[in-house]
C-alpha cells in the first residue's frame, strides 16, 4: 500500500516534451506531456472508450489523442474530440493530476485533488542555482520503496557496500541523533577528526583530517536531502565543501521503485573532471545499493511471516520513519473508508 496524498517525482523535465510519455506511480499508469506553450500535463494513461494507453497516441494542439480510435482529451482529462461522431459522451473524461515543476523535476500529486498543496513540494533549489554544480541519476530499483527509505536512514552500510566511493571503516563507530518534526525525520551523524571517503578526497582535493557530517532529511513518504559535508577539525559546517543529496523515490508498485537522484555540490563547481569522476562514482554508488536492495527484497519475500527485522541503535530513524508511514496510510484507509460508507448512505437515501 502506498500514501497517495503527496507530491511524486514523476519524471525529470527533460524527459516529458510535446511526445507523450508514460509512466507508473503508485500502480496508477499515467500519461505525461507538454501543451503547445510548454505546460507540463499529467492525465490517466487510459482512454475512455477501450482503455487503450494514451501514452501510446500523440498531441494534437493542447490534447493527447489515442492512437486506436482517435478520442483527444485536453489538459482538464475531458475529452474535446471524438472522430467518429459530433456529440462527445458526458462520460469521456480521464483523470487529471495536479502537477509542479520544479528545478528540473516534474511533481505529481496521486491522491485527493483537493488536497493537492503546491507549498508541500520540497526544497529542491540546488539543483539551479549556479553557485552549486549538480549530478543527475536515474535508476529503477527492483525493490519495494520501503526498503530504499530504510536504506537512506541507516548510512552505515556506506562502510561495506560503498568501500571504493563514499565508504570508510570508521562511520559505523560514531552514534546518530534524531529528531522528527511533524512527518520529517532527520537522521544526523557527526564524524570528527576522520578522512575524507576516496571519492570526495579526490573530487575536493583534500587530505588528511577532517570532520565529515551527514543528515539525511526524510520529508515521508517519498523524498530524502542529505545534507553532508567535509569541514576542518572545529569549524563550522557551513565552512565547509558541502553536498546536497537529493532522492525522489517513486513507488511504482510492490516490487519495483523510480529513484530519481540528484548529487549537489558547492565545490570544483566549474570542473569538468570533478563532474565526470562523480557521474561515475555515484552511479557506482546506486548501482551497488540497487544489487544490495534487490537482494534484500528476495530475503524479505522469502522470510516466514512469523519473523520481523532485529532493530538496532543506529535504526532509530527507521523506526520513527516507519510510524509515520504507518499513521499516513491508516489515515488515509480511514477517510476512504468514511467516504464509502457515506457514498453507500447517499445512495441507499
Not at 489538459?75 to 528540473?104: F, H
Not at 557527526?190 to 551527514?214: C, K, N, S
Request: hydrophobic share 40%; net charge negative.
Amino acid at each position: 500500500m502506498f500514501v497517495l496524498n503527496t507530491w511524486y517525482v514523476a519524471a525529470w523535465s527533460t524527459e516529458v516534451t510535446r511526445d507523450p510519455v508514460r509512466r507508473v506511480v503508485c500502480k496508477q499508469p499515467l500519461v505525461l506531456y507538454r501543451t503547445q506553450d510548454g505546460a507540463a500535463v499529467v492525465l490517466a494513461d487510459r482512454c475512455a472508450h477501450r482503455a487503450y494507453p494514451l501514452s501510446a497516441g500523440r498531441t494534437v494542439g493542447d490534447s493527447v489523442e489515442c492512437g486506436y480510435h482517435g478520442f483527444a482529451y485536453g489538459p482538464d482529462g475531458v475529452c474535446t474530440r471524438v472522430p467518429a461522431q459530433a456529440a462527445i459522451p458526458a462520460r469521456a473524461r480521464v483523470r487529471r493530476y495536479p502537477v509542479v515543476e520544479k528545478d528540473g523535476w516534474i511533481w505529481v500529486w496521486t491522491g485527493d485533488e483537493d488536497l493537492a498543496d503546491e507549498s508541500l513540494v520540497p526544497d529542491t533549489h540546488w539543483m539551479n542555482d549556479p553557485a552549486w554544480a549538480t549530478v543527475t541519476h536515474t535508476m529503477l530499483f527492483e525493490c519495494r520503496h520501503d526498503l530504499i527509505h530504510d536504506n537512506l536512514l541507516d548510512l552505515t552500510h556506506e562502510t561495506f557496500l560503498h568501500k571504493t566511493t563514499v565508504g570508510d571503516d570508521y562511520i559505523p563507530e560514531y552514534g546518530i541523533t534524531v529528531e522528527v518534526d511533524g512527518d520529517v525525520v532527520t537522521v544526523d551523524r557527526f564524524m570528527p577528526g576522520v578522512e575524507a571517503p576516496p571519492l570526495y578526497a579526490r573530487t575536493m582535493g583534500i587530505e588528511g583530517l577532517y570532520d565529515r557530517f551527514h543528515a539525511t532529511e526524510f520529508h515521508v513518504p517519498g523524498y530524502h536531502v542529505l545534507h553532508s559535508g567535509i569541514t576542518a577539525q572545529g569549524r563550522p559546517r557551513e565552512e565547509g565543501h558541502l553536498i546536497k543529496v537529493l532522492n525522489g523515490i517513486t513507488p511504482v508498485d510492490e516490487r519495483t521503485t523510480w529513484y530519481y537522484y540528484a548529487f549537489s555540490r558547492n565545490f570544483a563547481v566549474d570542473a569538468e573532471w570533478a563532474t565526470k569522476e562523480l557521474e561515475v562514482g555515484l552511479e557506482t554508488v546506486l548501482r551497488e545499493d540497487a544489487d544490495a536492495l534487490r537482494e534484500q527484497e528476495t530475503g524479505m519475500r522469502e522470510r516466514p511471516g512469523g519473523e520481523h527485522d532485529v532493530l538496532i541503535g543506529q535504526d532509530a530513524g527507521v523506526a520513527k520513519a516507519r510510524r509515520i508511514l504507518n499513521r499516513l496510510l491508516a489515515a488515509e484507509q480511514s477517510a476512504e473508508q468514511s467516504a464509502d460508507r457515506a457514498a453507500g448512505r447517499a445512495v441507499k437515501g
